[in-house]
């Protein structure tokens, strides 16, 4: 039994490489039980053959890793046992029914007999494929499928929980379950995997995260510390009138330490015909000075703030460094 303080997965300088392509490139992480750890990157910059490796599916080239203190090349059966993968693209077969397919895996995973009715009932529940339990897979929708191998992938109430791209393809409702399904398994202790495309996703539920790039670590740490350690993605949005766009621009591009005014990404008009712009390089400590130079030539300021960077700030700064 795992305390949150005790260590489930480690790595060192992990490699694999795929012919002169170097698919994960000296990974070394550690990760504590009851983490959800968000491994985020481009296409292409490692995740999944993370995950291979991690489970022992695939070898690695050089470097190693351990897993509850096995070594997934030697001991891949005994990790595999104690993990749950939800694969890119779950295989499922489409001849079974809901419950078929998750009753076929309790065995295969050696659910005691005497809880499987309950725990396959339980995760329809979750999932709310009750209804369509009966149905077999090969009338489901996207969506139903990726719940129904979300499913699967906790019948037999795994200690870590590999996650690649769990909520791709499910609609919004499905996708907030999926996230407060993470955060409570996070709450028991379980910890999570989870690899994303998501950056709102890995920042919401992430207490740490990785962001690769070509099989490469370019950052790692907890999910609001990144951005202070790379000390850019500082900005302040501003709300002024409509009418003054072009006027405001105008001054805080020429304002000391401002590296970039414009409109908001969304081009928010709010209430009242007032719009926000965004003034880049610039954080908390220039508020003043930013109000002192709108007074001075007569704008009119209704609100200032000064917003911490995203992950999504981060994320795009470091692929640029
Ligand atoms: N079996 C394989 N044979 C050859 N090359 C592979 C194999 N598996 C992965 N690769 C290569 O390794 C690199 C990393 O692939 P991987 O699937 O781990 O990326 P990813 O981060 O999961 O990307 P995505 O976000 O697209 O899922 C890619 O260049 C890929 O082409
Ligand atoms: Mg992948």
């Known amino acids: ?20 392509n170097v698919a994960v490139n000296a990974l070394t992480v550690t990760i504590q039980a009851g983490e ?10 490692g995740k999944t053959t993370t995950v291979r490796l991690l489970n022992g599916v695939i070898a690695p080239t050089a470097g190693a890793a351990r897993i509850f203190g096995l070594d997934p090349t030697t001991h891949g059966h005994r990790i595999r046992a104690r993990t749950g993968v939800l694969t890119e693209t779950p295989a499922l077969d489409n001849r079974m029914t809901a419950r078929d397919t998750l009753r076929y895996f ?14 396959i009932d339980e995760l329809l529940g979750v999932f709310e494929l009750g209804n369509r339990a009966g149905s077999k897979v090969g009338g489901f929708s996207k969506g139903m499928r990726q ?37 409570q398994l996070s709450h028991r202790g379980r910890t999570v995997f989870l690899c994303t495309h998501n950056l709102a996703e890995a920042e919401r539920l992430c207490d740490r995260v990785a962001v690769l790039a070509q099989g490469r670590v370019l950052a ?14 500082h900005r302040v949005s501003v709300e002024i009138n409509a009418d003054d766009l072009a006027r405001a621009l105008h001054l805080f591009t020429q304002t000391p330490r401002v590296s970039l005014a414009e409109p908001a990404a969304d081009r928010a008009m ?19 000075h930013l109000v002192r130079a709108a007074v001075e030539q007569g704008l009119d300021l ?3 703030q000064p917003e911490a960077p995203t992950l999504e700030d981060v994320y795009f700064a470091l692929q640029e460094l």
């Open 1 to 20: 039994m795992e305390t949150a303080s005790t260590t489930v997965i480690t790595t060192e300088n992990l490699t694999r490489t795929f012919g002169v």
């Open 36 to 45: 959800v750890f968000g491994f985020l990157g481009h296409n292409g910059a």
């Open 106 to 119: 309790a065995e295969v995973y050696g659910v005691p007999v005497g809880e499987r009715t309950r725990r």
């Open 147 to 183: 719940r129904l191998a979300l499913a699967r992938t906790l019948i037999h109430d795994p200690d870590i929980i590999f996650l690649d791209e769990p909520t791709s393809g499910l609609d919004p409702v499905a996708i907030r379950e999926v996230h407060h399904l993470i955060e």
């Open 220 to 233: 790692i740490g907890a999910t609001q510390e990144l951005g202070r350690q790379l000390n850019r993605g």
């Open 270 to 288: 709010t209430r009242n015909g007032s719009v926000l712009i965004v003034l880049h390089g610039v954080g908390r400590a220039d508020v003043p």
């Open 302 to 304: 209704y609100r200032i």
